[in-house]
């Protein structure tokens, strides 16, 4: 890399870059993260983005730094461009009415307050629970996101701590091709 005129550093946010928390929004990066991919960026030789499952608007608040990198968010259907500007892939309208149907379900199981809507995806977390608890909530979300899912021709994932219903392009992969 140090011989390359150019490259790229493809990095994904919870997880790697910041540890899962309880509290998604208080998942910053490690200590010295943000200032190193700061100063690699400074260089002017690595273009740095970022592809992440989490709005990039999200990505780019808790990352902190400027300029702002180049951010692939909600597994690849959103791009920020470093100058803000933003672009969201639309959706089928069977994927927007699967993600609607499951809302409802979220609803009368009593889970909104563990649910996270996105433009593409639907979750539910249960990082910070009891086993017994988390078993409960995955033993309802498992079977009902994958009937859904497979109707649609959607993907359900299970994350650490939940457990996603989500179109299947496009996914975090879509970024990354998109950049070669």
Same mark, same amino acid.
């Given at each position: 890399?140090?011989?390359?005129?150019?490259?790229?550093?493809?990095? @994904?946010? *919870?997880?790697?870059?910041?540890?899962?928390?309880?509290?998604?929004?208080?998942?910053?990066?490690?200590?010295?993260?943000?200032?190193?991919?700061?100063?690699?960026?400074? +260089? !002017?030789?690595?273009?740095?983005?970022?592809?992440?499952? $989490?709005?990039?608007?999200?990505?780019? @608040?808790?990352? !902190?730094?400027?300029?702002?990198?180049?951010?692939?968010?909600?597994?690849?259907?959103?791009?920020?461009?470093? *100058?803000?500007?933003?672009?969201?892939?639309? /959706?089928?309208?069977?994927?927007?009415?699967?993600?609607?149907?499951?809302?409802?379900?979220?609803?009368?199981? !009593?889970?909104?307050?563990?649910?996270?809507?996105?433009?593409?995806?639907?979750?539910?977390?249960?990082?910070?629970? +009891?086993?017994?608890?988390?078993?409960?909530?995955?033993? $309802?979300?498992?079977?009902?996101?994958?009937?859904?899912?497979?109707?649609?021709? /959607?993907?359900?994932?299970?994350?650490?701590?939940?457990?996603?219903?989500?179109? /299947?392009?496009?996914?975090?992969? +879509? !970024?990354? $091709?998109?950049?070669?």
């Amino acid at each position: 890399l140090s011989r390359s005129a150019a490259s790229d550093l493809v990095l @994904d946010y *919870d997880g790697t870059l910041a540890p899962f928390q309880v509290d998604r929004f208080a998942a910053v990066p490690w200590p010295g993260v943000a200032a190193l991919i700061q100063r690699i960026a400074e +260089t !002017g030789r690595t273009r740095v983005v970022l592809v992440s499952g $989490r709005p990039a608007e999200e990505v780019r @608040d808790l990352l !902190g730094i400027t300029p702002v990198p180049e951010i692939w968010g909600l597994h690849g259907r959103q791009r920020l461009h470093p *100058d803000g500007r933003s672009d969201v892939l639309p /959706m089928e309208n069977s994927e927007r009415e699967t993600l609607e149907q499951a809302g409802r379900w979220i609803a009368a199981q !009593g889970l909104e307050s563990r649910a996270e809507f996105k433009p593409g995806s639907v979750a539910v977390h249960w990082r910070g629970l +009891t086993p017994q608890e988390t078993a409960e909530i995955r033993g $309802r979300v498992r079977p009902e996101f994958g009937a859904l899912g497979q109707r649609a021709g /959607m993907a359900w994932l299970e994350f650490d701590g939940g457990l996603e219903l989500r179109c /299947m392009e496009p996914n975090k992969g +879509t !970024g990354v $091709r998109a950049l070669r």
